[in-house]
């Protein structure tokens, strides 16, 4: 080390991405970032070895600064100690100044004052405002996560400090402060209105399917049947509403009429699904799906351009109307999430402080996400929770506030809007509220089973289609896919009413109490209602419930088997609803034959009790609930967010125990069978580079058995000042890696800094632009020390947009602990260095590969361009 001496005996853990070899490239890195903790002492400058390539990294504050220069005479060869812990430089601005000779590449922040020189993040200056794209990400990179927060902690001392100098810099740090509030408050405004718009466009469309309202047809059944006299419109009872056969044929019934209404159906099902595949196909190919593995890839850190953009938000919200008017086995609350995240993604660009700044701009996007359920359920707390729970990387305590927020406002301006007619911001609000009895959680906890098991087989067999359509010809036509499931579903499904209509009607349906106005089968007890107020007595079945159960027996066999096929098509589409249908069916067929057990053996001990006195003791509509959330958390994994969500759903508080209960039960049958949930699993089928942190790493190697290069394999990396600008750029052409070590010599191999591609590319084509004399023969120097200029071209300097605070770890340090690092910083890459001299790089890409390869998994299938 004597050859290269630390001004200020500070030692540096490093990160940075890079990566030599095959795998050293950054491309498609998830999260990154540097983490400059860093341990300090202080050393008497008097100590100090004369050297001008020197890296001086001792942390100094502008008092200390001032006192330096005061006490230092002016011979002294040596400046001060430059560095802050950010790597803010305060002599660069004074050195050489009368040198005309010498060029030095220049960056300044957009809130450098007169007197503060250039500030710079653990040695990287913020150069955006000088260069356009530093501090910028590619498409499929990963963000910096700790140089974006060192840069808007540094933003915000600016602010700080400037807002006693004027009334105008007091109002701009007042703006600063709330302005995170205000972009929350827009998201939520926003996202409601989307959310209202979608709810009564999907309304209206999917009666359009069965009929019209010839007075005003921009109304759907129930709004056309309002100015009705009658007290039903079931099964196209109002006369104000006509269904397509009554339009064509004017008879409502009869051979005819079936046909008419089958064929008008399929029809506007196909019209639907045509229209929603063309327009993603056309305008936002990223607007398919559910986007919800995506939202978790990209606020862990990836970046991927356009997928929250206004085409995708536009296209996104048209598609899932015609899609879930299409009929197809499919939600509309899981897009919901993509779609507020796209609001929240294109209104962060009106504040800078978001806009400009990727891992400040995730804090809008959980806050996003957050609104997105709360509208999609009605469920603002509920959202809260699955945003931490489910979507966030990084959540902090005031996300958490803003999120709340967020997730309230939109829920009002919902309920607000009213798009279900009935007051309520859900359509799943249950009215009754009779206690359960103690001994039901023993069919709630099977509920629970037989959910995790469900959720199991649904997520292998649907891993296993989206594969076989990822991998064979099937992938290049997917509108003829949507068509032909389209197709497949709409025929199917007529002959059932169960299957015909709208699954949000039908879990709807599921979830309701049989009272004096149920007309449907589903009701058929053989009761005499003779005091509307009186309680229901329990009563024996009759023979529309046996018909009724048969129907829901096909509909869930259908519904199962078309789900699989649907979830992943190239049109929006969500899981949330499908799951809470299926699991509402079973839930209500349980829940139906435990009332009758109940009816059948009122003297056995377990009903002696509750059920002696003739009323109905069991609810087969809480089975219901009970099961929608079975089903639902065995497919999603979800359940702190799941039973929350499902209480806020349908309004029934009293029911929080089954619900945890059947939850934690699914939960643990389906980790028992199956790793992961829905999202995770097709996060691993595209390949997205997700560090997950509830996996643990139970292996033993160490940083060495993953670095690349390999040890007999040559590392590529830049000198700190022997290089040419040809050198540097033959090195970009010859390599793809995202970023380089900078060392003090090749023979060395002494560590000095990092330096990202990209900032490398941008700052060689802007200083051969803007300043005269840069040449394929300058010299690029990463050094702050004087320069003894030579004959020839000035030095081209390159020190402002050196990382000089990389993280590092021996080749000894096992890799659980460099996961955990990966995990927990968010890093891009860590530098590996045996006794000071580097010996390679460790990139999440490595990361990921490594774990797949430790897992007996094809290491290959990580994604990275």
Known sequence: MEKFPLRGGRSTNNSSTGHSGTSYQAVTKKSNGQHPTTLTTTTSLSTLPADDDMIDITPTDENSRNSHMMSSNDNMRHPSPTHSPFGRDFNDHDENVDDKQEVTVRFATSFDGPEEGGISFGGMTDNSDDIPGIGQYDDFHTIDWQRDIARDRMRHRYIVKKRQNSMCDLIKGAHDAWSGWLCVLLVGITAGCVAGVVDIGASWMADLKFGICPQAFWLNREQCCWSSNETTFDSGNCSQWLMWSEVFSQSRSGVGGYIISYFFYIFWAMSFAALAACLVRQFAPYACGSGIPEIKTILSGFIIRGYLGKWTLIIKSVGIMLSVSAGLCLGKEGPMVHIASCIGNILSYLFPKY??????????????????????????????????????????????????????????????????????????????????????????????????????????????????????????????????????????????????????????????QCGISNSDPL??????????????????????????????????????????????????????????????????????????????????????????????????????????????????????????????????????????????????????????????????????????????????????????????????????????????????????????????????????????????????????????????????????????????????????????????????????????????LGLRQTLVTHNGRLLGVITKKDVLRHIKQMDNEDPNTVLFN
């Open 523 to 824: 009701c058929d007890y053989n009761r005499n209602f003779t005091d509307v107020n009186s309680a229901i007595e329990i009563a024996a079945a009759g023979p529309g419930v046996y018909h009724a159960i048969w129907l829901l027996i096909l509909t869930f066999i259908v519904k199962f088997v078309l789900t699989i096929f649907t979830f992943g098509i190239k049109v929006p589409c969500g899981l949330f609803i499908p799951s809470l249908c299926l699991g509402a069916i079973m839930g209500r067929i349980v829940g139906i034959g435990m009332e009758q057990l109940a009816y059948n053996y009122p003297k056995v001990w377990i009903f002696s009790g509750e059920c002696s006195t003739g009323e109905n003791c069991i609810t087969p509509g809480l089975y219901a609930m009970v099961g929608a959330a079975a089903v639902l958390g065995g497919v999603t994994r979800m359940t702190v967010s799941l039973v929350v969500i499902m209480f806020e759903l349908t309004g029934g508080v009293l029911y929080i125990v089954p619900l945890m209960a059947a939850a934690m039960a699914s939960k643990w049958v389906g980790d028992a069978l199956g790793r992961q949930g829905i999202y995770d699993a097709h996060i691993s089928l595209n390949g997205y580079p997700f560090l997950d942190s509830k996996d643990e790493f139970a292996h033993t190697t160490l940083a060495a058995d993953v670095m690349q290069p390999k040890r007999n394999e040559t590392l590529s990396v830049i000198t700190q000042d022997s290089m040419t600008v040809d050198d540097v750029e033959a090195l970009l052409k010859e390599t793809e890696h995202n970023g380089y070590p900078v060392v003090v010599s090749k023979e060395s191999q002494y560590l000095v800094g990092f330096v990202v591609r990209r900032n490398l590319n941008l700052a060689i084509e802007n200083a051969k632009r803007m300043i005269d004399g840069i040449c394929g023969q300058s010299l690029v120097l990463f050094t702050s020390g004087n320069h003894v200029q030579t004959l020839g071209p000035p030095p081209l300097k390159m020190k402002k947009i050196l990382d000089m605070a990389p993280i590092t770890v021996t080749d000894q340090t096992p890799m659980e602990t460099v996961v955990d690092m990966f995990r927990k």
């Open 355 to 512: 806009g400009k700044n990727e891992a400040k701009k995730r804090e809008i996007l959980s806050a996003a996400a957050a609104a997105g359920v709360s509208v999609a359920f009605g469920a603002p707390i509920g959202g809260v929770l699955f945003s931490l729970e489910e979507v966030s990387y990084y959540f902090p305590l005031k996300t958490l506030w803003r999120s709340f927020f967020c997730a309230l406002i939109a829920a009002f301006i919902l309920r607000s809007i009213n798009p279900f007619g009935n007051n309520h911001t859900v359509m799943f609000f249950v009215e009754y509220n009779k206690p359960w009895i103690f001994f039901e959680l023993i069919p709630f906890v099977g509920l629970g089973i037989m959910g995790g098991v469900i959720g199991t087989i649904f997520i292998k067999a649907n891993l296993r289609w989206c594969r076989f359509r990822k991998f064979s010809r099937l992938g290049q036509y997917p509108v003829a896919e949507v068509l032909a499931i389209t197709l497949i579903t709409a025929v199917i499904a007529y002959p059932n009413p169960y299957t015909r209509m709208n699954m949000a009607e039908l879990i709807f349906l599921l979830f309701k």
